[in-house]
């Protein structure tokens, strides 16, 4: 980390010199970002005359060029390109206005995080506790999917320059309906079905009948939102928890795929919560990326309260997010 801060100051000093007149009044900064569950990057901070917004390139992949014999003067051209990309992004030009509530309170959006794994960032924003995860709202930038993703953690400085608590902006979030408040539940049968055929088609099934949870035969469903994007917290929405209801009368538990998306697996006898944990806890393990984890546990949907909850025989503390 010490020697990528360094490469990340040399980066801040020498990269006006790869770059048009037009930077050349930019401030260029050199931040420390604590980003989910833990992971720390180091960036570069650009800061443009005039400019509400500041993109950051994180410079871990171009200081692992280096390291591998890149030539520094190839790997800085390819920092600046990245550099004027983001300074032309929609989203540097979307009208919003971060000290407005109003420009910005229709992309409004909530995702999850594991509650333990981020418990020193979530001092410093609003969230709901959910468990052993928390959700918390993010601003997500009017930006169409070709041109990549823009998002805006809401902290709890932006509650007092916006002058609003904190239940209204959940409130809000979860009224608005851009794509990443779309829920999506698909058979994993059948998105395979359609990975692998051009012709095959995934339905989403939360516009079925109820009588889809009587006939369907299929071990695994994956729900997500429309962009896939921060999609596990669909399961958050009362609305779908109560058409999974329907779908699912015998119940079901819920796997924490990844923050964006979570499987749903029937509650028919046949899988176990211990199980299911083992599971969980080794696709995360190898195969999730450790900023992607939700969390090592396994859930089920209490009818009572209608909502989720952990399920014990899942929980092996010991072995949770680890790395």
């Not at 408040?181 to 099934?205: A, K, V």
């Not at 995360?284 to 014990?312: A, F």
Request: glycine letters at 4%.
């Amino acid at each position: 980390m010490i020697a990528e801060k360094v490469f990340a100051e040399g980066v801040a000093k020498d990269i006006r010199n790869y770059l048009p007149p037009e930077y050349e009044n930019a401030d260029f900064q050199v931040v420390q970002k604590n980003k989910n569950n833990g992971v720390q990057l180091i960036g570069v901070q650009v800061n443009l005359p005039g400019k509400d917004l500041s993109p950051i390139i994180y410079v871990e992949q171009f200081f692992d060029e280096i390291r591998q014999g890149e030539p520094v003067e190839r790997v800085m051209n390819r920092i600046a390109s990245c550099i004027e990309k983001s300074s032309r992004a929609p989203f540097m030009n979307s009208g919003i206005d971060l000290t407005n509530y109003d420009s910005l309170k229709e992309h409004l959006a909530i995702k999850l995080v594991n509650t333990q794994a981020n418990r020193k960032m979530l001092q410093e924003m609003p969230h709901e506790n959910i468990e052993d995860l928390s959700a918390i709202c993010y601003v997500d930038f009017p930006v169409d999917s070709g041109e990549g993703k823009a998002t805006l953690e809401v902290r709890n400085q932006h509650l007092s320059i916006w002058n609003i608590d904190a239940k209204k902006i959940f409130q809000q979030a979860r009224s608005n309906t851009q794509p990443v408040n779309t829920p999506i539940l698909q058979s994993m049968n059948e998105i395979m079905l359609s990975i692998f055929n051009e012709e095959g088609h995934s339905t989403n099934l939360l516009n079925e009948s109820v009588e889809f949870g009587l006939r369907s035969h299929d071990m695994l469903y994956a729900l997500t939102n429309a962009e896939k994007q921060y999609g596990a917290s669909m399961i958050t929405q009362p609305e779908v928890l109560n058409k999974l209801e329907q779908l699912f009368p015998e119940g079901f538990y819920v796997l924490p795929s990844s923050v964006h998306e979570v499987l749903i697996v029937p509650d028919n006898g046949e899988m176990e919560p211990k199980m299911l944990g083992e599971m969980v806890r080794e696709v995360n393990k190898n195969e999730v990326e450790r900023q992607e984890v939700l969390s090592d546990r396994v859930y089920s949907y209490d009818k009572e309260k209608h909502q989720i909850r952990q399920e014990p025989d899942s929980i092996q503390k010991v072995k949770e997010m680890e790395r």
